[in-house]
């Protein structure tokens, strides 16, 4: 048996984000993976494990063919906007068991260009079969439960549209920070509270973006550490967990399942919320990046308003910057936007983010964060902690 080996994410890349015209998703996956294999400095003959969902009919085995691998492990779970950090996951422990050496983790999308193009709709679609059919008659859409959810916790706790609207604020100031943001203009709390009404009680800016874009990750076993030209980021814990389908079958809108998941991540990694230098939270809508504040254990559940409106998620001033590149809702939202979670932790963690990089509050570079991602209406969620120790 194996000896149980450490891990580390030693590339990281995105292709050309936000407005693309002219690229396949299938171009954006292997311009992603190029530049992460460069960034890492590892031949892609090492590569042997490969991740990938959302594309193809036998994904990741059509993506894994356009690229020239030929892998010994695959994955292909997809659970919406947590795939990314449950596959980081997977890949973590089949690295740590000796099933893998390196294993690469590639997305790629054309969601923005696609609509323009008349290749889709506007309206993302989950379909009418099994549970799904007792929901869809009444026009229940994807932003409207998470509408629900949000409207829930407002009155249950008291949160505000004002509190809400501070996440799209201080993601945008932080975009502001990020060159490779799509919308870098500052915004106000009013500006967000007047736009146009989506799904009561989000206007359009607490809804994300729509964009192209692809992302890669580049896990690997210990021993191939010393051959990367990047210092290494370790994988030091992990969770994931499923809460449900059907909206009927939530037992409680406030609560998301990266309650379970954040849990097991910190436990596994050793760590405290309270040790955490910044966070990558997904964000779809502004309730998300709320709640998932609350159920990692950064504040007390219905306490997530107040945390939020007093500043804390900026990089330049906050306690705990979240979304350190303007997130979904400033910088690129191309769907199932996991895997950019983990690419800008590993970018922050290296300190090679410019103007938005963070710093402690000794000055010296951020040694512990978090990757939270959260899929299909808060149906699933993976949490990984990431360190430089």
């Known amino acids: 048996m194996v000896a149980r080996r450490k891990v580390a994410v030693v590339g990281v ?14 171009a954006l996956h292997a311009q992603a993976a190029r530049r ?3 960034d890492a400095g590892l031949d892609r003959s090492l590569v ?5 969902a959302g594309l193809g009919t036998l994904a990741p085995v059509e993506v894994a063919e356009y690229l020239g691998l030929r892998p010994t492990w695959v994955d292909s ?3 919406g906007g947590s795939t990314w950090e449950v596959m980081a996951a997977h890949a973590a422990d089949a690295i740590a068991a000796g099933h893998a050496r390196v294993v690469l983790l590639a997305y790629g999308s054309t969601a923005r260009a696609d609509v323009r193009a008349g290749r889709r709709t506007g309206t993302l679609s989950f379909g009418t079969r099994g549970p799904l059919q007792f929901e869809a008659p009444y026009g229940h859409t994807l932003i409207a439960k998470y509408a629900m959810a949000a409207r829930r916790h407002m009155i249950e706790y008291g949160t505000t549209i004002e509190q809400l609207a501070e996440v799209a604020v201080q993601a945008r100031a932080n975009a502001a920070l990020n060159p490779e943001a799509m919308f870098r203009t500052p915004v106000t709390v009013d500006e967000v509270a007047s736009g146009p009404m989506i799904a009561d009680p989000f206007t359009k800016l607490h809804c994300c973006l729509r964009s192209d874009g692809g992302a890669a990750v580049l896990l690997a ?3 191939y550490v010393r051959d990367c030209r990047t210092a290494p980021v370790w994988v030091l814990g992990s969770g994931e967990s499923v809460s449900h389908s059907a909206m009927s079958e939530w037992p409680d809108f406030t609560v998301s399942p990266a309650a379970v ?3 097991l991540a910190f436990e596994r990694a050793g760590v405290r919320p309270s040790e955490i230098d910044f966070a990558e939270i997904y964000d779809a809508f502004t309730y998300m990046t709320l709640v998932t504040l609350e159920d990692l254990g950064f504040c007390a559940k219905g306490e997530g308003g107040a945390f939020v409106e007093k500043g804390r998620l900026r990089v330049e001033r906050g306690e705990l910057p979240v979304n350190t590149d303007g997130g979904g809702l400033s910088a690129q939202h191309p769907g199932m936007r996991g895997l950019f979670l983990l690419v800008e932790a590993v970018r922050q963690l290296r300190g090679e983010c410019g103007d938005r990089q963070v710093r402690r509050p000794d000055g010296s570079l951020p040694r512990l964060t978090v990757a ?6 808060f149906c699933s969620s993976g949490t990984v902690v990431l360190g430089t120790g």
């Open 372 to 377: 939270s991602g959260t899929g299909g209406w």
């Open 36 to 38: 992460a294999l460069a």
């Open 48 to 52: 042997d494990g490969f991740a990938s």
């Open 13 to 26: 890349a995105l292709s050309d984000c936000g407005r693309v015209d002219d690229a396949t998703p299938y």
């Open 77 to 79: 779970t997809s659970v």
């Open 261 to 263: 998941s954040g849990r």
């Open 221 to 223: 076993a210990e021993e």
